[in-house]
T-cell receptor
Framework: EPEVTQTPSHQVTQMGQEVILRCVPI?????FYWYRQILGQKVEFLVS????????KSEIFDDQFSVERPDGSNFTLKIRSTKLEDSAMYFC??????????FGPGTRLTVL | RKEVEQDPGPFNVPEGATVAFNCTYS??????FFWYRQDCRKEPKLLMS???SGNEDGRFTAQLNRASQYISLLIRDSKLSDSATYLC????????????FGTGTRLKVLA
C-alpha cells in the first residue's frame, strides 16, 4: 500500500539554525500539506500546496517557514531560524482529491 | 466556542463494550468530516470519512448531524487494539483543504 514517507525521523538543532524537513508524498497525489503537533496538544495546520504553489497557510506559517517541491517526488518544509517553540512533531500529508488526507510518520524536531 | 470540540476522556472500557464519542464543530458551513485515530507519538491514520447519510465500516459507525453541528463515532465490540486517541477532523470551508483537528478523545480498552 502506498504511503507518505518523511525524513529524518528525528532532528535536533540549535536555536537560530535552519532545518529542512523532507517528505515524499504518495506518487499520484496532487495536494500536499504540512501540519505540526506540539507535545500534548492538537494537530495544527501549517500550509497546503497545490499546482506548485501555496494554496493556504495558517498564522503559524510566518516568514520563517517556506515550502518547496524541488522535483517530482519530494516536498520540503524549511524553517529558516528555529526557535525553541518550533519544537514539535511535523507531519506531511498528501491527497489525490484534496479531501481525504494521508499522513506520513512525522519528523520530531527538537530545538535546543 | 472552539472550532472543533471533543471530550478528551479518557474512556476506559472493557473488551467487548460499545463506546461512543462525540464531536461538535462551530462553523456551520463546514463541508467534510473525518475520524482519524492516533496512537501514541504516531501519525493520524484515517479511520473513516463521515457522510450526511451516516456510514458504517465493520464495527465502526459514524453519524453527522448538520443541524446540531455534531459528529459521532460508535465502536462496537471493542478490542484491545482499539486503544488509541480518536481525532475528530473538519474541513471548514469549501474549496480549501485544510483540516481542523479536535484535541482527540483517548480510549483505553481493558482486558
Amino acid at each position: 500500500e502506498p504511503e507518505v514517507t518523511q525524513t529524518p525521523s528525528h532532528q535536533v538543532t540549535q536555536m537560530g539554525q535552519e532545518v529542512i524537513l523532507r517528505c515524499v508524498p504518495i506518487s499520484n497525489h496532487l495536494y500536499f500539506y504540512w501540519y505540526r503537533q506540539i507535545l500534548g496538544q492538537k494537530v495544527e495546520f501549517l500550509v497546503s500546496f497545490y499546482n506548485n504553489e501555496i494554496s493556504e497557510k495558517s498564522e503559524i506559517f510566518d516568514d520563517q517557514f517556506s515550502v518547496e517541491r524541488p522535483d517530482g517526488s519530494n516536498f520540503t518544509l524549511k524553517i529558516r531560524s528555529t526557535k525553541l517553540e518550533d519544537s514539535a512533531m511535523y507531519f506531511c500529508a498528501s491527497s489525490d482529491t484534496g479531501s481525504e488526507q494521508f499522513f506520513g510518520p512525522g519528523t520530531r524536531l527538537t530545538v535546543l | 466556542r472552539k472550532e472543533v470540540e471533543q471530550d478528551p476522556g479518557p474512556f476506559n472500557v472493557p473488551e467487548g463494550a460499545t463506546v461512543a464519542f462525540n464531536c461538535t464543530y462551530s462553523n456551520s458551513a463546514s463541508q467534510s468530516f473525518f475520524w482519524y485515530r492516533q496512537d501514541c507519538r504516531k501519525e493520524p491514520k484515517l479511520l473513516m470519512s463521515v457522510y450526511s447519510s451516516g456510514n458504517e465500516d465493520g464495527r465502526f459507525t459514524a453519524q453527522l448531524n448538520r443541524a446540531s453541528q455534531y459528529i459521532s463515532l460508535l465502536i462496537r465490540d471493542s478490542k484491545l487494539s482499539d486503544s488509541a486517541t480518536y481525532l475528530c477532523v473538519v474541513n471548514p470551508i469549501s474549496g480549501t483543504y485544510k483540516y481542523i483537528f479536535g484535541t482527540g478523545t483517548r480510549l483505553k480498552v481493558l482486558a
